[in-house]
């Protein structure tokens, strides 16, 4: 059988007088000696934690489909190890393949030398002629389809950044034979999906075992270790958070050190960044885009561990414009994560090397940097008059009992400070000036009750002053009397004082604040009167639970963005005529407020949709007083209301498909229904005739109503484990 298959195999063929023989016996000589004395790549010095990552890759790959050619990308930071897995990977597959091609750092060899050397590479390399001179890359693409369609290649493609390096390298799979298998190694996992490269896998940080094993060969040439040096390992491990380069790096230079050598230099790394280290990493900085390098050493040095939608929103407002495309390129070129949770996160030593970069910036005097967020560095400059219109952001948020001892001018000369966080830190005094161009102020416990009488952030879009002590301006505080004039924040878009218990009074001003989209005043208890209000770009307002509230602000010209408005709990009596200026108006919510009888007759809720009157005292002379608004009304309820009697009118109703009547105790008889009513529902209506339990019957509604209705019923008896009551319930009915 052996022999049968041995002669049926294709061989080479000499012919007279196209070159000598010898010459032939020597190619020949060589294609073998190149398969049986292929020798394996070199890995790694001490491969540690490969043997399941290489199984997973494997996987992708799909070793024994021989019919198709599979691209595996392999994504993750720099220096995680994506080329040592790549190269074991390879050297476990390659007997598989007529040909193998390592071409390594695509990125580098492509910046200095072309994307034609690195085709000339491949080309040597698969057919075996040692010089392929090309003159273009175009030309490197025509002879790698020509040359490499017909062999199986096992082909690694490391370190690539630019489409344009796959496009010249592995354009598409039908260039290379059947059964070929290419592997991509890149940070940028984005890169892949453009490329169509649908197989892909994450490499990740080492855990904390593999760490220490892989720390142990470097730091000591051993698996095991001395035990006194079990602190400090543990130290370098949580320092370097698995990340291999950075363990084979500070292993060779620990390399036969004491331990107080060992705590000297992890106190150095932990100051400043070990270069080596910071080289490899800053790759993926130094190929950003300006804005991306900006958004980058933001969350660096300030947003690690916020909210995504809290950074967003902050670089919105700092940047005058949407940052969300940067941060997904970071997204894409592991620099930085988005967790399960939504919060945005970094590897501790790409924070680093970001915060390394500012450092940098001014390595002697912090006042001259961009950001500021270390705490010795914040204090010397406030203390000591030290900042510059360099400066663009402080981040403070160190211990509360950090004392900051100033005399309140140090942001006099930060005349370029858009953004100033401060969450934590004793101040002796408040600032006696703050920059106008801020964009977002957020200053927990602010150290004074007023403002700075020189502010005016035309600017800021954003401002957070929790847990302070403002007498004249608080927002959200609970100390908070009244809202002064706010005039000098055209650019305010939310405008929350919910739950100011003493907040009795507001400025005039807020009710032209024409960039103003949400205004929240819940809960105001002492709130008694609101001024007149042109809000051209709100969308909500919220004034429900000011109980002192007699009177809806008068509304001057249309606002067509409000959409829901709350009044729940409120002691407004009267809707005066200005009312329909919120001509979009679609959900209105009042509770133990608004009564029909002071409500003007030209009053109309032409776009209300879902309207909600409960307990507002509402009488039999609602309805020919009212029915006019509900013109567009999908959902009513009235319900807790003292109406005898539903009209007929209410047939008028026609997009009507919920109707609510709990706890109408005086109801008695319902004359008409809107012709879609779909949904129907009133407990507790003791008081309704048996004839209009009658037309329910006919009307096929009053089976939903009682199931409904048992429903709920059901569920009370439950609760108060008497069947009495339901069966008094039932017999009323029946």
Known sequence: MAMHQAANLSGYHFKQGVKYEFEFIKEIVELVSSKINRAPLHVADYPVGLESQVLRVKLLLDIGSDDVVHMVGIHGLGGVGKTTLAVAVCNSIADHFEALCFLENVRETAGKHGLQHVQSNLLSEVVGEKEIKLTSVKQGISIIQHRLQQKKVLL????????EQLHAIVGRSDWFGHGSRIIVTTRDKQLLACHGVKRT???KELNKEHALQLL????FKLEYFDPCYHDVLNRAI?????????LEVIGSNLFGKSIEQWECALNRYERIPNKEIQEILRVSYDALDEDEQSVFLDIACCYKEYELAEVEDILHAHYDHCMKHQIGVLVQKSLIKITFDGKVTLHDLIEDMGKEIVRQESPKEPGKRSRLWFSKDIVEVLQENKGTSQTEIIFMDFSLFEKVEWDGYAFKRMKNLKTLIIRSGHFSKGPKHLPNILRVLEWWRYPSQDLPFDFHPKKLVICKLPKSSFSSLELAAILLKKIPDLSCLPQLEKLSFQLCQNLFTVHYSVGFLEKLKILNGLGCIKLKSFPPI?????????LSFCIGLKRFPEILGKM??????????TRIKKISLSFKNLTQLQQLYVMRGVSAKRVSSTTVFSNVQRLRLRSCNLSDDFFPTVIPWFANVKELDLSSNNFTVIPECIKQCNFLTRLYLDNCERLQEIRGIPPNLKHFS?????????????MFLSQVLFLMYMIWTLMLYLRYVCLNSSTNIFRIYLDKFF
């Open 238 to 246: 949580t320092y370097v958070s698995g990340l291999p380069l950075a």
């Open 156 to 163: 690694i493609v490391d370190d690539v950044d630019k489409m």
């Open 560 to 569: 067509e963005n409000i959409t829901p408005n709350g009044l729940e709990e």
């Open 682 to 694: 009133a407990i507790k209506c003791l008081s309704l005739t048996s004839s209009c339990r009658s």
């Open 216 to 219: 142990c060969w470097k730091a």
């Open 201 to 203: 896998y994450e490499l």
């Open 534 to 542: 042109k809000l051209t770009s709100l969308e909500q307002l919220e």
